[in-house]
Antibody, heavy 119, light 110 residues
């Protein structure tokens, strides 16, 4: 049973860079896309971007200028960096697997990391 | 403002049937991209409920079903139970290779 475990700094100041890590346990890293999604307090889900094991990425156009998603296949980890954060970036951030067996639906999710941006 | 539009809320009594719509356009659902549905219970990560328009992952009760037509999709829940009270999200893709979620629908079981 695959599990995703994520971690990163939970409190940032405006203009800093958000950095999160998602580690994959109990399954294959290759053959999937790996996504980051966020959810501001009391609001809906927003897709941030995705990466595959070859390093090919797709990003939400509204965040593309500030987002970098990368991967370390040897460690079965992928990463999110979001630069120049503001209060509007305060959210719960999730990592998720997009599995080909589910037509690339997000079938496995991390536990979520709460990130607060405040001066 | 999401490119996929859902009603903010729906409600139903136990045992009833409810549907949640997800309306897109010719650049996403209407372009042939699959629609997936997720259930999010309070304080938890979303859970995959329906994939590729109408397929249920193992363990999801057959009370949940999905359909897709033209530029929209629907999630139907029959035999409504108190435990179904949650937020529901549709998700698809657009021609720019971006994934997108609907705004979410809060289901209240009366």
């Amino acid at each position: 049973q695959m599990q995703l475990q994520q971690w990163g700094a939970g409190l940032l100041k405006p203009s800093e860079t958000l950095s999160l890590t998602c580690a994959v346990y109990g399954g294959s890293f290759s053959g999937h896309y790996w996504s980051w999604i966020r959810q501001p307090p009391g609001k809906g889900l927003e897709w941030i971007g995705e990466i595959n094991d070859s390093g090919s990425t797709n990003y939400n156009p509204s965040l593309k200028s500030r987002v970098t998603i990368s991967v370390d296949t040897s460690k079965k980890q992928f990463f999110l960096k979001l630069s120049s954060v503001t209060a509007a970036d305060t959210a719960v951030y999730y990592c998720a697997r997009e599995g080909p067996h589910f037509y690339y639906a997000m079938d496995v999710w991390g536990q979520g990391t709460t990130v607060t941006v405040s001066s | 403002q999401s490119v996929l539009t859902q009603p903010p809320s729906v409600s139903g009594a136990p045992g009833q049937r409810v549907t949640i719509s997800c309306t897109g356009s010719n650049s996403n659902i209407g372009a042939g991209y699959d629609v997936h549905w997720y259930q999010q219970l309070p304080g938890t990560a979303p859970k995959l409920l329906i994939y590729a328009n109408s397929n249920r992952p193992s363990g999801v009760p057959d009370r949940f079903s999905g359909s897709k037509s033209d530029t929209s999709a629907s999630l139907a829940i029959t035999g409504l139970q108190a435990e179904d009270e949650a937020d529901y999200y549709c998700q698809s893709y657009d021609s720019s290779l971006s994934a997108a979620f609907g705004g979410g629908t809060k289901l209240t079981v009366l």
